[in-house]
């Protein structure tokens, strides 16, 4: 059912299951390199005669890079394994609801993917779990600098990297983090993290980035313009700046809960836990949702008898691409719905 | 706490805990006769001397009648105490919150009452679990002659028992029976009942009878006039066509959904014993809607690991009084809700 290439089962996907720095608060760092290849126009400018040529490039190559890529050309796999993708943050929305020429290399560990021509020729982007931004940007600077050992790369000197969307135009670095923010949510808070990342120029977007919704309160936080600063600037405002503020504000909400409403706060954490093990048809939404609460009270140590891995690796495997995957054939919403309330109150040995 | 000639603690209130014919949609049944005592004026225009006059008088016959029955002097024991008759059905709202000198006698088993100085001087209540309307009628009568025999009701030829409000005068009956309706609830179709007992001049209330709200699916149905119509004839409409017809409305109800929709069904109930089992925090509101949900998956045998009993007798043990009661203390609100989730927990073995 997914490309045999792919070892999706034998493996969880290490960002969100995994264990990282303030795993708690943030859930994974990621950055994105939009680069594009000299000699061909931008992507929304190209035929499809030059997006098939980049993604030949592309398929050619890559299975050097990064001690081993998996090249996935897009339009020759089944829509479940693209949301599949997807739901493993490999690929983006848009990408994955394309047509025309275009595929992802995935590496080994599923933290690296490169997008072909997606926005851009090529969207590198590394994800690491809990606060790594260092550590990724040292990662996909490797990767980006074998790219372009190969690749030439469309640059200018006066504005640097040059991308089809002018946002990107400069170091066409984008960070982000993923962000579990549980209880500013329960305080009526989100909307001072808002406010200030719209201050500092950030955008604070849902689960599955641009256009969707915060589900299950998790969110992205990641900068929106890049001509103009370095991407060291760039990297040590989020890791010193915006980081820190966001997680003392969600460690203060959490204080605050447990110090002045923990009856409220219990009830809350608890009622999640018995409706995960309970209900006989869930909706994804519903399921991120609960899952939130219980990995806060798991966080707090409200919920003591819970499988904390078990819980994590759910919030992959209740999206309904992984969930027909495991279940291994395709359904409908309705059976979904089914299907994975079993999965929960199995998994969480209810 | 409670006045210690009533039995509460020992017993449980055997109309809503007990076993009946179709005790499943039929809770129970009930009878209440208005009578008024010859020789003095209706309640509302009778002096504060003639009301104690009559209180007095039935403190000193009343625990002669019906093998000896308990009176209680409304206006010397606790609010708490009289919470707890009204949760017990035993007075009603009007009579909990009145001041001037009233009472209650209470039958041994607490299936009978005879409320002094509610709207009437005297109403007689019988209260059975189940369908039992016709034994009910039967138990009232002997205990209305019994009183009778001692008090000189008001009574005309022409119109019969007198009585202070207008829809009472005749026969002075009102039949009504506690229904559990939660399938009719989850079709949208209670409407078509709230129609059906419109067009017979049936009320249908809430749990404690009139002006109070339908909590936890159980309804109040009953007559609304006694003039012109013998008791037989009100009683027989009762057995013969107006519960079964709303029985078969319910039960046609529950074969729809298990045949059309049992994956709704029992996802519903099983929330329901989720959040039971696992909520904090708890209103009385929330738990009889709960609880009724559980008592619907126990008779459609959804559920097999739960003690109905033990469901059944929360129904009454999570209402405020009876909490503070068991708990053996006062509490707010807020107090309240902690125990009651705890209480609920305890007795459902979660």
Chains 1, 2 share one sequence.
């Not at 946002?167 to 962000?179: C, D, E, Q």
Request: hydrophobic residues 40%.
């Amino acid at each position: 059912m997914i490309d045999a290439n792919l070892p999706f089962e034998a493996q969880e996907s290490e960002w969100i299951s995994g264990e990282g720095p303030t795993h708690d608060i943030v859930v994974s760092s990621r950055i994105r390199l939009a680069r594009n290849i000299a000699g061909f126009p931008f992507v929304n400018r190209a035929t499809e005669q030059e997006r098939r040529e980049i993604v030949s490039l592309i398929a050619q190559k890559s299975p050097k890079w990064a001690g081993g890529m998996v090249f996935i050309d897009l339009n020759t796999v089944s829509s479940l394994d693209r949301h599949l993708l997807l739901e493993r943050h490999l690929i983006s929305a848009g990408h994955m609801r394309g047509t025309r020429p275009r595929g992802v290399a995935v590496g080994a560990d599923q933290s690296l993917s490169v997008m072909v021509n997606e926005e851009d020729h090529l969207r590198l982007q590394m994800l690491r779990p809990g606060e790594q931004l260092r550590q990724v940007f040292e990662g996909i600077n490797k990767v980006d600098d074998e790219v372009e050992a190969e690749i030439d790369y469309s640059f200018s000197n006066r504005f640097g990297y040059l991308t089809a969307c002018p946002t990107n135009v400069g170091t066409g670095i984008r960070v982000s983090v993923m962000l579990h923010l549980p209880a500013l949510r329960l305080c009526g808070e989100i909307d001072k993290v808002r406010r200030a990342a719209r201050d500092m120029q950030l955008a604070l977007r849902g689960f599955h980035g641009e256009g969707s919704e915060a589900t299950g309160d998790f969110y992205q936080l990641s900068n929106q313009t890049t001509l103009g600063k370095t991407e060291e600037e760039i990297l040590d405002t989020f890791v010193e700046v915006v980081i820190p503020s966001v997680v003392e504000y969600e460690k203060s909400a959490r204080n605050s809960l447990m110090n002045k409403r923990r009856g409220y706060l219990e009830d809350q954490v608890w009622r999640a836990w018995g409706l995960l093990t309970s209900a006989r048809l869930i909706s994804t939404t519903e399921a991120l949702q609960l899952l939130s609460l219980v990995r806060l009270g798991l966080n707090l140590d409200l919920l003591s008898h819970v499988d904390e891995a078990a819980v994590n690796a759910l919030l992959l495997q209740c999206q309904p691409a992984h969930l027909q995957f495991i279940v291994g054939r395709q359904m409908g919403q309705g059976e979904r719905a089914v299907a994975r309330a079993t999965l929960i109150r199995e998994r969480l040995g209810a």
